[in-house]
């Protein structure tokens, strides 16, 4: 469902945040449906048709508006101060660097999987994007509340993969500990082996759309 830009404070990819008879696609979107879309974390940011301009001309790109009218505002995802306007100065300012704390709900990468747990990469602190990235790990005895002994990492997550999670501890000096033992976490974006975008079917798998592929994950469910 479209969400106009200003009451959708973060995106994820795969966002919709604005329609194309209303907004045109800047950095960070691409245009799916009729709609823009997120292509990455981070808040969303509008700009005017002078920003945009500049925009432009320091990042050519093929993605062009196909409404002939008068010049539309510009959605983008806003990654630092830099790439901020005066019309998102409140998102920019939100960028400075947060730190998980036990009990924060975060989003995560998986960049790598092994038997005994999964490591991530935190992107987003509750609803604040980190201009860091934070090390995190899922243990095996923290994917799930039931049925410890039978979880399997590789069943659960794959690199790449986006993951909601909660922070339990503050780890040690190199990683934060995570866990996605509730339903309302786990993996909500995933690509398959044939690198498609995958759909959840259940609790526990995901489908390629193209391919009809199910591959194993511990899957979020949706708010």
């Known amino acids: 469902m479209a969400v106009p830009a200003p009451q959708l404070a973060i995106a994820i990819p795969g966002d919709t945040i604005g329609p194309t008879t209303k907004y045109a696609p800047g950095p960070g979107t691409h245009l799916h449906d009729g709609q823009v879309c997120a292509s990455t974390v981070g808040p969303v940011a509008e700009s005017t048709s002078a920003s945009s301009s500049k925009t432009a001309k320091q990042k050519p790109t093929s993605i062009t508006s196909t409404n002939s009218g008068p010049t539309l505002p510009i959605l983008s995802i806003c990654h630092g101060a830099a790439t901020a306007t005066p019309d998102t100065a409140a998102a920019a300012a939100a960028l400075t660097n947060v730190l998980p704390e036990v009990s924060a709900v975060v989003l995560a990468r998986v960049t790598r999987i092994n038997p005994r747990q999964a490591n991530v990469a935190i992107l987003v602190v509750g609803e604040m994007v980190c201009t860091d990235e934070f090390p995190g790990i899922i243990r095996v005895q923290d994917v799930r509340a039931t049925e410890k002994d039978k979880v399997k990492i590789f069943a659960s997550f794959r690199p790449g993969d986006i993951v909601r999670a909660e922070v339990i501890s503050l780890g040690d000096q190199s990683n934060y500990y995570l866990s996605t033992a509730s339903n309302h976490l786990g993996v909500i974006m995933a690509t398959s082996e044939a690198g498609n975008a995958m759909y ?24």
């Open 200 to 223: 959840p079917i259940s609790w526990k798998e995901f489908r390629d759309p193209v391919t009809g592929a199910v591959e194993a994950r511990k899957v979020a469910k949706p708010f």
